[in-house]
T-cell receptor, first 114, second 114 residues
Framework: KAGVTQTPRYLIKTRGQQVTLSCSPI?????VSWYQQTPGQGLQFLFE???????NKGNFPGRFSGRQFSNSRSEMNVSTLELGDSALYLC?????????????FGEGSWLTVV | TQLLEQSPQFLSIQEGENLTVYCNSS?????LQWYRQEPGEGPVLLVT?????EVKKLKRLTFQFGDARKDSSLHITAAQPGDTGLYLC??????????????FGQGTILTVHP
């Protein structure tokens, strides 16, 4: 069974540009969440989607947005990129979101903003 | 505010030694997950603990969830160089209000010298 797949793996963008990252969850998983990982802040929750609805959101500015499609695939978008947005962006999926449901991570998308 | 305090942050030991990593919180979690992450990759799930007082063993790794579901520990017996990596604890369902939101500890960077 394929794991969580994220594309692209690496990308470099310029300040002010926007970026879209894609995530395909494990087959059958309906909950998709996104995290940002940086050396200084560690892993921080961005948002979670279930059945195309955002159910939970972390403390990030509105420049960070996401969506989920009917096939559970998800995308996240960051607009007006800043240098501080350079990070590893991780997508994770689980069957449903709730107590004891194991969350599996993809390999991540490395974003560098120059 | 860091809900999950993970310690120690750095651990450098010799092959064959034992070690324990701690994860403490004032919040109650529905479940707690331990991950291991290699540089440039996503976190890989090691174990999920759900029941207070639960102990799970994975070869030389022993995981324990506190009775009150506020803390957890990871014990590695006879560490090997292949155990080197970043170990992360993550709590799910803090305060019973989160969906898909894992709260991560700061991580423990373990280095096992041959």
């Amino acid at each position: 069974k394929a794991g969580v797949t994220q594309t692209p793996r690496y990308l470099i963008k310029t300040r002010g540009q926007q970026v879209t990252l894609s995530c395909s969850p494990i087959s059958g998983h309906r909950s998709v969440s996104w995290y940002q990982q940086t050396p200084g802040q560690g892993l921080q929750f961005l948002f979670e989607y279930f059945s195309e609805t955002q159910r939970n959101k972390g403390n990030f500015p509105g420049r960070f947005s996401g969506r989920q499609f009917s096939n559970s695939r998800s995308e996240m978008n960051v607009s007006t990129l800043e240098l501080g947005d350079s990070a590893l962006y991780l997508c994770a999926s689980s069957l449903v979101a709730g107590s004891g449901n194991t969350i599996y991570f993809g390999e991540g998308s490395w974003l560098t903003v120059v | 505010t860091q809900l999950l305090e993970q310690s120690p942050q750095f651990l450098s030991i010799q092959e064959g030694e034992n070690l324990t990593v701690y994860c403490n919180s004032s919040s109650v979690f529905s479940s707690l997950q331990w991950y291991r992450q290699e540089p440039g990759e996503g976190p890989v799930l090691l174990v999920t603990v759900v029941t207070g007082g639960e102990v799970k063993k994975l070869k030389r790794l022993t995981f324990q969830f506190g009775d009150a579901r506020k803390d957890s520990s990871l014990h590695i017996t006879a560490a090997q160089p292949g155990d080197t990596g970043l170990y992360l604890c993550a709590g799910d369902g803090a305060g019973g209000t989160s969906y898909g939101k894992l709260t991560f500890g700061q991580g423990t960077i373990l280095t096992v010298h041959p």
